[in-house]
């Protein structure tokens, strides 16, 4: 497992919308000392089965699933996973309360 | 609505419009986000015709090549609006540029695709467009965009 890396996961059937997706992807701010791999996946049977091949096939410590129709607006928003993860405690209660407040 | 498109048989198409809102295609309206998106087309070309403007849909002769141009327009706006770099900016102007369209489609998509625009993006939109929008659109243009 690649504890520096994160794997961004899309689900896609239009060209048109994960162009967009990508370009917003494509700004953003990547931590210091880490880097990205992006993983499109198409012609899935399911969009379930299709994140679940895209993440067996990534060694990233943190895998982010989106659709082709969700555009990351915050730049910083990898910073900001790293923040939430290290300030909360490694369960999921903490991590949501995280979240949401 | 190929077809339609296809023929520029304006008749046709603004048929369409009570087909959504009351008729058949009203399941569709309630369940599948891109009929809202076609019938928010369909009320620009309608305003557009009436006031003798070059439609939203010209030089689009079926619905994909109606649809991509909505959407790249679409994508153009939200990236004057986020400002992602001045290169994603600089596309967004070039695209918009080579793409005009009219005032009410800026205010109708800015409206109903809830891209939540302050009166910066309604001002740089009346600037891209100065070769294209008269005295009298961008005065409507503004009206309609004025806070209520």
């Known amino acids: ?70 555009f990351i607006l915050n730049r910083y928003i990898l910073e900001d996973l790293l923040s939430v993860f290290a300030a909360s405690p490694p369960n999921r209660n903490g991590w949501l309360r995280k979240c949401f407040s | 609505m190929d077809n339609a498109l296809k023929d520029q048989d304006y008749a046709s198409l603004f048929q369409l419009i009570p087909y959504i809102e009351e008729g058949n295609g009203h399941l569709a309206f309630q369940y599948v986000g891109k009929t809202h998106r076609f019938l928010r087309i369909l009320y620009i070309i309608e305003l557009e015709k009436k006031y003798a403007l070059i439609p939203f849909c010209d030089n689009c002769s079926s619905v994909h090549t109606l649809w991509e141009k909505y959407m790249l327009t679409l994508f153009a706006f939200r990236r004057l609006c986020f400002q992602l770099s001045g290169q994603s900016v600089e596309e967004a102007v070039s695209y918009l540029q080579s793409h005009p369209v009219s005032h009410f489609a800026a205010h109708i998509m800015a409206q109903g695709d809830l891209i939540i625009p302050d009166r910066d993006f309604y001002e740089t939109l009346a600037l891209i467009y100065t070769q294209t929008w008269g005295v009298a659109d961008r005065e409507q243009f503004f009206a309609m965009t004025k806070p209520a």
Not at chain 1, 15 to 24: A, F, G, N, S, T
Not at chain 1, 59 to 69: C, E, G, R
Request: aromatic share 10%.
């Open chain 1, 1 to 70: 497992m690649d504890n520096h890396k994160f794997a961004i996961i899309i689900c896609a059937n239009d060209d048109l919308l994960l162009k967009e997706c990508r370009h917003y992807i494509d700004h953003l701010v990547i931590p210091e000392g880490y880097n990205t791999e992006l993983f499109t996946v198409r012609e899935a049977a399911s969009m379930t089965r299709g994140y679940n091949e895209a993440m067996l096939a990534s060694d990233a410590k943190y895998k982010i699933y989106i659709h082709q129709d969700v």
